[in-house]
């Protein structure tokens, strides 16, 4: 079984920082790629930013220049740095992997979320 457990949230005033971990565990034998979206109260599930095995990310156009994604493939672990934080950043953030074990195909996974508040 895998899972994906996420850490770092909390309570930031607007302008601060705060770094979010997503380590996954379990029969892994491949993670192909590694995001992080959120979701504000009443709105959908979006993507923040991506992560592929070899290094190449992507972003939301409302955080470039803003977050990080980065990753450490020995740990399983993908970080979330989010600098210059805004009110409308504040939302549950969850981690996504694709994912494949030593007895499935590669399939996607979800952690079960870390809130991020931005507010003074």
């Known amino acids: 079984q895998v899972q994906l457990v996420e850490s770092g949230g909390g309570l930031v005033q607007p302008g601060g920082s705060l770094r979010l971990s997503c380590t996954a565990s379990?029969?892994?034998?491949?993670?192909?790629?590694m995001d992080w979206f959120r979701q504000a109260p009443g709105k959908e599930r979006d993507l923040v930013a991506g992560?592929?095995?070899?290094?190449?990310?992507n972003y939301a156009d409302s955080v470039k220049g803003r977050f990080t994604i980065s990753r450490d493939n020995a740990k399983n672990t993908v970080y979330l740095q989010m600098n210059s934080l805004k009110p409308e950043d504040t939302a549950v953030y969850y981690c996504?992997?694709?994912?494949?074990?030593?007895?499935?195909?590669?399939?996607?996974?979800w952690g079960r979320g870390t809130q991020v508040t931005v507010s003074s």
């Open positions: 379990g029969s892994i034998f491949t993670i192909i790629a």
């Open positions: 992560i592929t095995s070899s290094g190449s990310t």
């Open positions: 996504h992997a694709v994912i494949g074990t030593i007895a499935t195909i590669p399939r996607p996974y």
